[in-house]
């Protein structure tokens, strides 16, 4: 796989402090709690997840952060963003990329404080998204004037489309695969030969279609489980593959990687499944078995 793991804190991985929860809160914990003891995890208790991936046809290393599934809404405030979006930006990337489900389903207010967080983080190659499936169910449908707010707030949406970031490298975007019209040919369609090639899918049942010749996958979606058993095996998943695609590296004929996630599910507490920052230093070279 070619790619190296530093699993650790950000140069300051502490986001701002609790200031309120609901009572849901405290007693899914507490419920969860009683089954998962030491497992229990919160919105703020992120572990950033480091790798280290060569990349075909890429000539000058670049850092990139990997946000995925914040579920802005009932179960994520803007505090909770402020506190991701914070550590991000410590890691000084090169490259933001969003990998979907920035709003949950169950949104019942307008998304602009979650708009205001993600516009701070910025960096010098620029941002880009896709959307997930429940980006397109908060919206009945039609995502249009979210995309329109988030890319005046700075990311770029990829539907079915790429972007040449730089010279030797271009991020595709494919849209959901369950609630989207998803085109992978479409969104593959301008790669040049021999650039280094970055595909967002929000969700990684589309990865056994994904060509070799794409150098990285990234999605998410699963949430890892949420709630897991000891070691982190997830109970559930929500991927038609089961446990194949559930988290960390895919297997599959090209190169996919499935963050945990930064947000919720149906209750705003993880199990053994801590919230996930994905920070990747991508690096030329050659692919090696």
Do not use: K
């Given at each position: 796989?070619?790619?190296?793991?530093?699993?650790?804190?950000?140069?300051?991985?502490r986001g701002p402090t609790?200031?309120?929860?609901?009572?849901?809160?405290?007693?899914?914990?507490?419920?969860?709690?009683?089954?998962?003891?030491a497992g229990i995890a919160t919105s703020r208790q992120v572990v950033v997840e480091r790798h280290v991936v060569t990349l075909p046809g890429l000539t000058r290393p670049l850092r990139a952060v990997f946000l995925v599934d914040l579920h802005y809404g009932?179960?994520?405030?803007?505090?909770?963003?402020?506190?991701w979006?914070?550590?991000?930006?410590?890691?000084?990337?090169?490259l933001?990329?969003?990998?979907?489900?920035?709003?949950d389903r169950a949104l019942a207010h307008d998304p602009g404080p979650l708009l205001t967080e993600v516009a701070r983080l910025r960096a010098p190659l620029g941002a880009y998204a896709v959307l997930g499936n429940h980006d397109h169910r908060a919206f009945r449908h039609d995502p249009s004037g979210f995309v329109a707010r988030l890319e005046?707030?700075?990311?770029?949406?990829?539907g079915n489309a790429s972007a040449r970031v730089r010279a030797d490298l271009?991020?595709?975007?494919?849209?959901?695969?369950?609630?989207?019209?998803?085109?992978?040919d479409a969104a593959l369609a301008d790669r040049a030969p021999g650039t280094a090639t970055v595909l967002l899918s929000h969700n990684p049942d589309l990865l056994p279609a994904v060509p070799v010749g794409v150098g990285l996958t990234l999605a998410g979606h699963t949430h890892g489980g949420q709630i897991c058993l000891p070691g982190g095996v997830p109970i559930v998943t929500s991927s038609r593959y089961g446990l194949r695609f559930a988290r960390g590296w895919a297997d599959a004929p090209a190169r996919g990687y499935v963050s945990r996630g930064l947000g919720f599910g149906w209750i705003p507490v993880r199990a053994y499944?801590?919230?996930?920052?994905?920070?990747?230093?991508?690096?030329?070279?050659?692919l090696t078995p």
């Amino acid at each position: 796989m070619n790619a190296q793991n530093d699993r650790g804190a950000a140069p300051d991985a502490r986001g701002p402090t609790w200031s309120r929860r609901r009572l849901l809160t405290a007693g899914a914990a507490v419920a969860v709690g009683a089954l998962a003891g030491a497992g229990i995890a919160t919105s703020r208790q992120v572990v950033v997840e480091r790798h280290v991936v060569t990349l075909p046809g890429l000539t000058r290393p670049l850092r990139a952060v990997f946000l995925v599934d914040l579920h802005y809404g009932p179960l994520a405030d803007a505090e909770d963003v402020a506190g991701w979006t914070a550590l991000a930006r410590a890691w000084n990337p090169d490259l933001v990329l969003w990998g979907g489900d920035l709003v949950d389903r169950a949104l019942a207010h307008d998304p602009g404080p979650l708009l205001t967080e993600v516009a701070r983080l910025r960096a010098p190659l620029g941002a880009y998204a896709v959307l997930g499936n429940h980006d397109h169910r908060a919206f009945r449908h039609d995502p249009s004037g979210f995309v329109a707010r988030l890319e005046r707030s700075g990311v770029r949406v990829l539907g079915n489309a790429s972007a040449r970031v730089r010279a030797d490298l271009v991020v595709a975007g494919v849209d959901d695969l369950l609630e989207g019209r998803p085109d992978l040919d479409a969104a593959l369609a301008d790669r040049a030969p021999g650039t280094a090639t970055v595909l967002l899918s929000h969700n990684p049942d589309l990865l056994p279609a994904v060509p070799v010749g794409v150098g990285l996958t990234l999605a998410g979606h699963t949430h890892g489980g949420q709630i897991c058993l000891p070691g982190g095996v997830p109970i559930v998943t929500s991927s038609r593959y089961g446990l194949r695609f559930a988290r960390g590296w895919a297997d599959a004929p090209a190169r996919g990687y499935v963050s945990r996630g930064l947000g919720f599910g149906w209750i705003p507490v993880r199990a053994y499944c801590p919230p996930e920052l994905t920070v990747l230093d991508l690096r030329p070279g050659p692919l090696t078995p």
